[in-house]
């Protein structure tokens, strides 16, 4: 891949040999991109940063996602994260994967395993180019189901099981940090040897329903220092994705503490997100109307809306960095996610909400408007699968049946 030829590099960078200043420039196509398949969900997760649950009846049919695999193999785009909802809930999701795969576009997808039979399994160990994230939020069931839902736990297990006995390698085990589950990094760890499977953590964010959760869910000052001292010792067998770029700033001023990885914000630069819709975000994270760069559907395709969004140009552009650019550690930390700050109601050039600086922790104290959420696919009801943590919820029910302990008893069913 090649710098993107749109705007000349600021000063700095063009000087500069270091990758991270030249991706701050964006490239011409992104290295991996998120692509939710659909919103349909057989789970309700409490801080599903899509607010999942329904199907949205606009998604893209099995032709318009064969046009954009099409595409991204045109872009030479090297792999995409294939999620939802729940991805393999589509009945053309295998169809999609083979095709993604035939044309040189490696996948790796995320499930919360309920349809990796043993079936299943044996198909993906005999596939190339494909990559299966179990999602686990809980070393026991006690702490994965408050917040994933009743026999979430159980069906994770079972599929990591399934994937082993097939002879598939390199399963990953990816995890939410969360405030009850930082105590069980060792367990995560653990869990992973024992399915031969790799470990992977990543932020909460406060987007989607992890708006309305992440006052409760998010880890607290001392838990963010446990967990970069955790990340400094097992960072060889762990993956993040670059989510705690923000907790590099325990390290010394001069940035050699900075967690593996590229360390700063990709949002638009090298990475993005492809919705249900074929609507474009900036950010797996940010599925809101401010960072909807465009849709797929129109002339000019995926290609235009990564080369020519405004949006995308202006994130593209020298960032000042605001009021974090004057801390000593905003060359390690690079100012924390935007997402973060955007659902929390802090300005894009402040501090991140979680700053381990404690800036953020005064910027939240301040005046704030917290955005409202622009979409959500949760389910209308209660649902067998819904996590006990929604019983927490600040926002009101959609009707009043919603509180009734008798929601979804049949008085007719046999006892």
């Known amino acids: 891949m090649t710098l993107a030829p749109a705007r000349p590099a600021p000063a700095r960078a063009a000087r500069s040999t270091r990758l991270v200043d030249q991706f701050e420039l964006g490239l011409d196509a992104p290295i991996c991109l998120t692509w939710e398949l659909t919103y349909a969900c057989n789970l309700e997760c409490a801080h599903c940063l899509s607010s999942s649950g329904r199907r949205d009846p606009r998604e893209l049919t099995t032709e318009q996602c064969k046009a954009v695999i099409d595409e991204l193999q045109r872009m030479q785009v090297f792999y995409v994260n294939v999620g939802g909802g729940e991805p393999t809930i589509r009945p053309d999701f295998w169809e999609l994967l083979e095709y993604a795969v035939a044309h040189d576009v490696g996948v790796k997808f995320s499930t919360n395993g309920v349809r990796l039979t043993p079936e299943r399994a044996a198909f993906l160990a005999a596939t190339d180019y494909v990559d299966v994230q179990i999602s686990l939020d809980g070393a026991t069931a006690e702490v994965n189901d408050y917040v994933r839902g009743p026999g979430s736990y159980d069906t994770a297990i079972q599929a ?118 074929g609507d474009v975000y900036a950010c797996p994270f940010a599925i809101h109307d401010e960072f909807l760069a465009g849709n797929l559907l129109a002339d000019g395709g995926f290609g235009r809306v990564w080369r020519e969004s405004e949006l995308f140009a202006d994130l ?94 049949d008085p007719q069913a046999p006892s």
């Open 160 to 277: 990591l099981a399934n994937l082993q006995e097939a002879g598939f390698r390199d399963a990953k085990i990816s995890v939410v940090c969360t405030r009850q589950n930082l105590g069980q990094l060792d367990d995560f760890k653990a869990l992973a040897d024992r399915y031969g499977a790799t470990l992977r953590l990543t932020r909460l964010r406060p987007s989607g329903r992890g708006a309305d959760v992440w006052d409760e869910l998010h880890p607290l000052p001392e838990q963010q220092r446990e967990l970069y001292d955790w990340l400094v010792a097992h960072g060889d067998e762990v993956l993040t994705g670059d989510s705690f770029f923000h907790l590099s700033a325990y390290g010394p001023e001069d940035g050699s503490g900075a967690l593996p990885g590229l360390n700063l914000c990709g949002a638009g630069r090298v990475v993005c997100l492809i919705d249900p819709v």
């Open 316 to 409: 593209r552009s020298p960032q000042t960095g605001g009021a974090c650019s004057k801390c000593a550690f905003f060359d390690s930390c690079r100012g924390g996610c935007m997402a973060a700050k955007f659902f929390t109601g802090l300005p894009l050039d402040g501090p991140d909400p979680e700053c381990v600086q404690g800036y953020g922790e005064q910027a939240l104290a301040g005046e704030r408007v917290v955005p409202a959420s622009s979409q959500d696919h949760s389910k209308a009801g209660p649902t067998r699968n819904q996590p006990v943590m929604l019983q927490l919820l600040t926002r009101p029910p959609v009707s009043a049946c919603a509180e009734s302990p008798l929601a979804g008893f």
